[in-house]
T-cell receptor, first 109, second 115 residues
Framework: SQQGEEDPQALSIQEGENATMNCSYK?????LQWYRQNSGRGLVHLILIRSNEREKHSGRLRVTLDTSKKSSSLLITASRAADTASYFCALSGTYKYIFGTGTRLKVLA | EAQVTQNPRYLITVTGKKLTVTCSQNMNHEYMSWYRQDPGLGLRQIYYSMNVEVTDKGDVPEGYKVSRKEKRNFPLILESPSPNQTSLYFCASSLDFGSSGNTIYFGEGSWLTVV
């Protein structure tokens, strides 16, 4: 399966700490995206990284991609209570986007 | 404002009663798809459409139908709903399906309960 596998499944941290979540996949990809979902709501795009990129930044977000290990990580720095959400990686499969099962992040105030 | 609008947002229905969940996008996107989200299973794709009159099955198409008669609309049809179709459903769209990657826009979700 091409499905991305995120780990950890759940993560609980204190406000101000950094949060790191990982996505591993099995096949070659052209790009990988990260999305955020607040409880029961639609997913919102965070960042896209292409296969020829190793690292990308957007505000407090840092994404890395290691195509040799078939893995990506999302780092949220200086987390806030409002970052509490589920985070998903998405891969481009054959004519479809494939989402992982997500990491549930809880940031404690 | 770029939007994917799906209706209804919440629905409780009975087994066997046909229902349609509508989805509309205002971004002139070619690619549209439907997902269901269940605890522990993440998002699973039901159907997708590359353009008008072009649809194909995703990973879990059984019990569902779709149509794409207009570019902006992509309704999901449950001809004879069953309790195992109780789920949170999302419609999504993107400009096209390109290898360079396009942002996927999601609707707010439709909570469906089949009793």
């Amino acid at each position: 399966s091409q499905q991305g596998e995120e780990d950890p499944q759940a993560l609980s941290i204190q406000e101000g700490e950094n949060a790191t979540m990982n996505c591993s996949y099995k096949t070659s990809i052209n790009n990988l995206q990260w999305y955020r979902q607040n409880s029961g709501r639609g997913l919102v795009h965070l960042i896209l990284i292409r296969s020829n990129e190793r690292e990308k930044h957007s505000g407090r977000l840092r994404v890395t991609l290691d195509t040799s290990k078939k893995s990506s990580s999302l780092l949220i720095t200086a987390s806030r209570a409002a970052d509490t959400a589920s985070y998903f990686c998405a891969l481009s499969g054959t004519y479809k986007y494939i989402f992982g099962t997500g990491t549930r992040l809880k940031v404690l105030a | 404002e770029a939007q994917v609008t799906q209706n209804p947002r919440y629905l409780i229905t009975v087994t066997g009663k046909k229902l349609t969940v509508t989805c509309s996008q205002n971004m002139n996107h070619e690619y549209m798809s439907w997902y269901r989200q269940d605890p522990g299973l993440g998002l699973r794709q039901i159907y997708y459409s590359m353009n008008v009159e072009v649809t194909d099955k995703g990973d879990v198409p059984e019990g569902y139908k779709v149509s794409r008669k207009e570019k902006r609309n992509f309704p999901l049809i449950l001809e004879s709903p069953s309790p195992n179709q109780t789920s949170l459903y999302f419609c999504a769209s993107s400009l096209d399906f390109g290898s360079s990657g396009n942002t996927i826009y999601f609707g707010e979700g439709s909570w469906l309960t089949v009793v």
